[in-house]
């Protein structure tokens, strides 16, 4: 009979149907009236109080409704199945993995008198069964969770390296790790300036709407242990002294792992479960560790990938713009001194005043595709620092608004004759001139032209900023000057309105 409950426990695919069928066969072969198998809850479980842990998991045989909820608690040894003292009415092993102890297997009250010695080996040999049992279903439950953080990192290596936006693959870090670890909330946080770090990306179950922007303040234990490269584990989010944020009330348990690779920190991956959540295990914590170090990785080679694509677009625009300069200034220049030759040797003016147009028309053309050259030349993503590229960025911003690009004139050497101190009121000029230029009808071009070598009325160096367009003039413009000086003038031309700023150098 033992021989045949052992076999059969062996062929069951379940574990939850193989620790039932153990209960059941201890009660057959020992003829007890009640049997329970008692699994301790995973938190618990240690130490003294480990006969006392809280029971996750309960098998029973004979027991009513009733009776199951009276237990609450693993057997102590001093007391019986339900409770009561322990006597030769109750029988009880505990269920070993190894030599950690999980649960209990506990018979009681035996139809034809008290157990024996031979019920306490046929108890013995079921409980190692079920142990066996436990063990097997463990590994199994192990690999397939291994595999699955593995295809996981896979499939996050992928999209990463896909061509998506940063802040889009922080956010599908997030939310693959969050399923993955089930989880509540993925988050991941990157080192601010301050020293201190910033939730940049998050993934929950509900609305995380306001996870993005919180941030660990600088000096906090958990920053440190995290700017150390070292992860961080919590067993309550909401009582944890070492959390400071205002979201972490929402949450138990919870894992902080370094973004790290080649000794370079990227940020942190944060994983925490609802209040009263299961706990993470070991092998949940080594398995997430390894899915960090893989993204983390994975971070830096999507970077290096984006990097590379700017380096050849913006080599590709330094070829462009130098054959624009070797190629097609030098032709326009070339065209535009014979056409002035000609002009010159003609002896019939109206000849002459042609000839004279298309030399101005020409030495325009030339102007504009010497500022499409140095726009060419400007790193595609970078914000510029000096004040050509300033004026350009501002037209270009316009031009989404106007519907048109407005042409742009420099003279002189503007980068190197006007100071920083001088961009900001020539911008807020130029930014005034194109916005009120949007606001007034009819006006289909805007010319805007920064002269870094001009003479000021008072005789002195200056910069002058002049933004024409042909729009209608309104009566508010009626009555003003072309300009005036100390970076305030606007005024009225004949064919639209003439906005002028200028300053000393």
């Known amino acids: 009979m033992l021989l045949d409950a052992v076999l059969d426990v062996g062929s069951e695919g379940e574990l939850a149907s193989t620790l039932q069928h153990v209960v059941d066969s201890a009660a057959d072969l020992t003829g007890a009236r009640y049997g329970a198998l008692a699994l301790a809850g995973p938190a618990h479980g240690r130490g003294p109080e480990r006969g006392r842990s809280r029971i996750a998991e309960l098998f029973s045989y004979g027991l009513s409704d009733d009776e199951r909820r009276r237990i609450t608690r693993l057997p102590s040894g001093h007391t019986g199945l339900l409770g009561h003292p322990g006597s030769s009415l109750s ?38 069964q079920a142990g066996i049992a436990i063990g097997n279903a463990r590994l ?102 070492r959390m400071t944020t205002h979201v972490r009330t929402r949450f138990g348990p919870s894992m902080m792992l370094p973004l790290q690779s080649g000794g370079r920190l990227i940020g942190t991956l944060a994983l925490p479960r609802r209040r009263g959540g299961r706990p993470y295990t070991p092998v949940d914590r080594l398995l997430a560790n390894q899915f960090a170090s893989q993204a983390a990785l994975a971070l830096l080679l999507a970077d290096a990938q984006h990097n590379r694509e700017r380096l050849a677009v913006y080599e590709d625009r330094d070829r462009i713009a130098r054959d624009l300069h070797d190629l097609v200034v030098q032709r326009l220049f070339a065209t535009e001194m014979m056409l002035e030759s000609a002009r010159r040797r003609t002896g019939r003016p109206e000849l002459a005043e042609l000839l004279g147009h298309a030399v101005d028309e020409l030495d325009s053309t030339i ?114 000057g072309e300009g005036r000086p100390g970076g305030e003038a606007d005024g009225s031309g004949g064919g639209g309105t003439t906005v002028t700023w200028e300053a000393e150098r």
């Open 367 to 480: 102007q504009e595709v010497r500022t499409t050259i140095f726009a060419l030349q400007q790193p595609p993503a970078d914000a510029p620092t000096s004040l050509r590229g300033k004026v350009l960025r501002e037209t270009a911003g316009a031009a989404a608004v106007l519907g048109f690009q407005p042409s742009v004139h420099f003279g002189g050497a503007v980068d190197t004759l006007v100071g920083e101190p001088l961009h900001a009121g020539l911008l807020a000029a130029l930014r005034g001139a194109l916005a009120a230029a949007h606001r007034r009808p009819g006006v289909t071009s805007i010319e805007v032209e920064v002269d870094a070598a001009a003479r000021l009325p008072n005789g002195r160096a200056g910069v002058r900023l002049v933004v024409r367009d042909d729009g209608e003039r309104d009566e508010a413009d009626k009555g003003h």
């Open 91 to 128: 029988l009880g092993v505990p269920v070993r993995v190894h030599n950690d102890v999980l649960g209990h297997l506990c018979l009681a009250r035996k139809e034809h008198g008290p157990f024996t010695e031979e019920d306490l080996a046929l108890l013995r040999v079921l409980a190692s």
């Open 140 to 241: 199994y439950g192990t690999a397939r969770q291994r595999a699955r953080w593995i295809e996981g990192a896979a499939a996050v290596t992928t999209a990463l390296l896909s061509g998506e936006s940063a802040t889009d693959a922080l956010t599908t870090l997030a939310k693959s790790a969050r399923v993955l670890a089930g989880a509540a909330a993925g988050v991941v946080l990157q080192p601010t300036d301050e020293g201190g770090m910033e939730i940049v990306a998050a993934s929950a179950v509900d609305d995380p709407g306001d996870f993005v922007g919180t941030s660990i303040a600088p000096g906090s234990p958990v920053l440190t242990q995290l700017l150390g490269g070292e992860p961080v584990y919590i067993d309550d989010s909401a009582t944890d002294p």
